[in-house]
């Protein structure tokens, strides 16, 4: 065989390789998965993930508008740096 044979057969073996690899990996996961559901739990439960899209709970709230809340996190809304410029304790603005 000439190099350029030899490497586009290597080239192949690679991809084949990769191939059965994502094959008996999710065929695993599956298996894991199954085991888990019977016996009433979820993988990611028994890994300990964290759920994605969790938000955090609002710890201050507008008195002026109620819909309008801040976690504590991040940067502070306006509404928040406005009330305490105008002499709000922070407390007072908590929910």
């Keep these: 065989m000439s190099r350029e ?3 586009a057969l290597k080239k192949n073996v690679d991809k084949a390789l990769a191939s059965f690899e994502k094959r008996q990996r999710e065929a695993a996961l599956a298996a894991a998965q ?6 009433g739990f979820s993988l990611d439960e028994i890994l300990g993930k964290k759920s994605a ?13 109620p819909t309008q809340t801040w976690t504590g996190r991040g940067r502070q809304p306006a509404w928040y740096k406005q009330a305490i410029e105008a002499g709000a ?3 007072d603005l908590e929910i």
């Design 53 to 65: 899209g969790r938000t955090a709970v609002p710890k201050y709230r507008n008195p002026e508008d």
């Design 5 to 7: 044979e030899l490497m």
């Design 34 to 39: 199954k085991a888990a559901q019977e016996h």
């Design 89 to 91: 304790n922070p407390s």
